[in-house]
T-cell receptor, first 115, second 116 residues
Framework: SAVISQKPSRDICQRGTSLTIQCQVDSQVTMMFWYRQQPGQSLTLIATANQGSEATYESGFVIDKFPISRPNLTFSTLTVSNMSPEDSSIYLC????????????FGPGTRLLVL | AQKVTQAQTEISVVEKEDVTLDCVYETRDTTYYLFWYKQPPSGELVFLIRRNSFDEQNEISGRYSWNFQKSTSSFNFTITASQVVDSAVYFCALSESNTGAQKLVFGQGTRLTINP
């Protein structure tokens, strides 16, 4: 399976600021996914990021709040903009397995606390 | 619409007991995939198993086993002779093969605590 890393692993931010989370994969992948896990909750898909095209956002998530970049096949960033305490969550990126495309593997996550 | 229900919010057992985590799903499609992931306290999500809708064979991997029954739309996960290291939140998830994007829909998770 792909090896996925995320930076930062955790951060504490002030409300009104923005944080950019990086996701790096050790192999080229077509699609990358960004999920949010609010405290004590399940995972919810924010958007799907394809290289060379605009990200596709799920209902309830908008580009102005969560802009995504996908400059190449091994890297993506998610920005959490104008943060509020409600944005405190774990943010995880995932990729499809190269051989078994139905399976998604996840990065270690970024724990964000907004004060 | 897809939906995954894990009715057990929390389970606590003593080490060496067997424990079953329930998962019930809803989908209108005939082709779909089911998954189990483990999330230990460190927070990363660890893939455990994938099952497609055409394969109802039960699977065993060491102390872990999975029972997939299309008739009841269930995909239950059993840990035999549980160990403290099994303590984690376990998520069941569903994806539909024909959506292209293969979005994963997760259940609410079951927090499993194994007490020594």
């Amino acid at each position: 399976s792909a090896v996925i890393s995320q930076k930062p692993s955790r951060d504490i931010c002030q409300r009104g600021t923005s944080l950019t989370i990086q996701c790096q994969v050790d192999s080229q992948v077509t699609m990358m996914f960004w999920y949010r896990q609010q405290p004590g909750q399940s995972l919810t898909l924010i958007a799907t990021a394809n290289q060379g095209s605009e990200a596709t956002y799920e209902s309830g998530f908008v580009i102005d709040k969560f802009p995504i970049s996908r400059p190449n096949l091994t890297f993506s960033t998610l920005t959490v903009s104008n943060m509020s305490p409600e944005d405190s969550s774990i943010y995880l990126c995932s990729v499809r397995d190269s051989y078994n495309q139905e399976t998604q593997y996840f990065g270690p996550g970024t724990r964000l606390l907004v004060l | 619409a897809q939906k995954v229900t894990q009715a057990q919010t929390e389970i606590s057992v003593v080490e060496k007991e067997d424990v079953t985590l329930d998962c019930v799903y809803e989908t209108r499609d005939t082709t779909y995939y089911l998954f189990w992931y483990k999330q230990p306290p460190s927070g990363e999500l660890v893939f455990l198993i994938r099952r497609n809708s055409f394969d109802e064979q039960n699977e065993i991997s060491g102390r872990y086993s999975w029972n997939f029954q299309k008739s009841t739309s269930s995909f239950n996960f059993t840990i035999t002779a549980s160990q403290v290291v099994d303590s984690a939140v376990y998520f069941c998830a569903l994806s539909e093969s024909n959506t292209g994007a293969q979005k994963l829909v997760f259940g609410q998770g079951t927090r499993l605590t194994i007490n020594p």
